[in-house]
T-cell receptor, first 117, second 118 residues
């Protein structure tokens, strides 16, 4: 089974600064999808950004960007110009689209991000 | 965007009773729905995958007789916690995968249901 590892249980950043959250994964597949989700105190899961493994170009969504290194199986999230509203638990997730695991997400343990004013 | 609702948002029940949680896709048809359990400050643990019109596929270690899942239509899946006990207290989240979804399309998550068993 695929495994997703987030090695930073907690991170903190000053407002307006930049922070990078790490994620690595293990898979034998060549085609897959990677996601970062945000879970604020309300506990609603919110999609932040996604990346298709076949695309070499790193995905970007406004202040959020990823550094996708397929060979290294690394998928880090960079948050620029951090805002107080970015404070949340962030989950990295892998999605398989093959066989019996079609569509399911494999989640990392999460990184709790604190943003200081 | 796609919206998934869950009902109830929170429920308190006595030990030994059964509780039903509904998950609805409001503006799309979902051929597959997923049920997760989440403990405080922990990750989401997949309990089962349900496909419309067929039996749910449970993850290893999840008791299928205790957590009954029914996916009777393309917009509704239900999770019934039977004979609930205090250790079943948790946050339950559902997600739905749209019918005909492209590979890159993510699941859409409900807001979750907090269950407290006394």
């Amino acid at each position: 089974a695929q495994t997703v590892t987030q090695s930073q249980p907690e991170m903190s950043v000053q407002e307006a600064e930049t922070v990078t959250l790490s994620c690595t994964y293990d898979t034998s597949e060549s085609d897959y999808y990677l996601f970062w989700y945000k879970q604020p105190p309300s506990r609603q899961m919110i999609l932040v950004i996604r990346q298709e493994a076949y695309k070499q170009q790193n995905a970007t969504e406004n202040r959020f960007s990823v550094n996708f290194q397929k060979a290294a199986k690394s998928f880090s999230l960079k948050i620029s110009d951090s805002q107080l509203g970015d404070a949340a638990m962030y989950f990295c997730a892998y999605r398989s689209d093959r066989g019996s695991t079609l569509g399911r997400l494999y989640f990392g343990r999460g990184t709790q991000l604190t943003v200081w004013p | 965007g796609a919206v998934v609702s869950q009902h109830p948002s929170r429920v308190i029940c006595k030990s030994g009773t059964s509780v039903k949680i509904e998950c609805r896709s409001l503006d799309f048809q979902a051929t597959t729905m997923f049920w997760y359990r989440q403990f405080p400050k922990k990750s989401l643990m997949l309990m089962a995958t349900s496909n419309e019109g067929s039996k749910a596929t449970y993850e290893q270690g999840v008791e299928k007789d205790k957590f009954l899942i029914n996916h009777a239509s393309l917009t509704l899946s239900t999770l019934t916690v039977t004979s609930a006990h205090p250790e079943d207290s948790s946050f339950y989240i559902c997600s739905a995968s749209p019918r005909g979804a492209l590979g890159w399309e993510t699941q859409y998550f409900g807001p979750g249901t907090r269950l407290l068993v006394l």
